[in-house]
């Protein structure tokens, strides 16, 4: 069974870059058929999709948060990141990281973490 | 971006009740959906993918239908571990969306 685990700071100052890392526990980081992605849901608010980065380190993110986000992938350490900078209140979020399966025409978040809260206050 | 629209935003039933989610696409998705358990504290879980495949290990009792702009989800005899938070969500185009949720709670 796959494990995903988020880890990074829980409070960020207005404007400064949130920074998040997501531990993976198997070799499938290097895998052809995934996909790495972040997705946030605000506090009382829905999921939204953040951004997806490959193995090679090919990315796509979302439009209205492309100019501020970047991800990035080590496959040696098994992890991936997240950073958005000059954050504001209406980031604050629990953050997953997930596994995009692409090993069918139906792309989908197969396994996710447990999440990590993220609030942006002075 | 596609608009992801889930109805009802909440619900209650009994145990044993058969319980019915929709989901509607702004656009045609084909059967590029998805399913989703959200409860607080623990990782989500996929539970439909590609509008009607059933995960190895998801129980029998959940099933997805639809195509193109509507879907459903179903549970069949809704369970006390049923309760949560339920999200379609479109893989057909990027960006990917969600719906907003619908809330399962038992009666």
């Known amino acids: 069974q796959l494990e995903l685990q988020e880890s990074g700071p829980g409070l960020v100052r207005p404007s400064e870059t949130l920074s998040l890392s997501c531990t993976v526990s198997s070799d499938s980081i290097s895998g052809t058929t995934y996909y790495w992605a972040w997705i946030r849901q605000p506090p009382g608010q829905g999921l939204e999709w953040i951004g997806s980065?490959?193995?090679?380190?090919?990315?796509y993110y979302t439009p209205s948060l492309r100019s501020r986000v970047t991800m990035s992938i080590d496959t040696s350490k098994r992890q991936f990141s997240l950073k958005l900078t000059s954050v504001t209140a209406a980031d604050t979020a629990v953050y997953y990281c997930?596994?995009?399966?692409?090993?069918?025409?139906?792309?989908?978040?197969?396994?996710w973490g447990q999440g990590a809260l993220v609030t942006v206050s002075s | 971006d596609i608009q992801m629209t889930q109805s009802p935003p909440s619900l209650s039933a009994s145990v044993g009740d058969r319980v019915t989610i929709s989901c509607r696409a702004s656009q045609s998705i084909g059967t590029y959906l998805n399913w989703y358990q959200v409860k607080s504290g623990e990782a989500p879980k996929v539970l439909i993918y590609g509008a009607s495949n059933l995960p190895s290990g998801v129980p029998s009792r959940f099933s997805g239908g639809g195509s193109l702009i509507e879907f459903t989800l179903t549970i069949n005899s809704l369970q006390p571990e049923d309760v949560a938070t339920y999200y379609c969500h479109q893989s057909s185009v990027s960006p990917y969306t969600f719906g907003q949720g619908t809330k399962v709670e038992i009666k």
């Open positions: 980065v490959y193995y090679s380190g090919s990315t």
């Open positions: 997930a596994r995009e399966a692409h090993d069918t025409a139906d792309y989908h978040f197969d396994f």
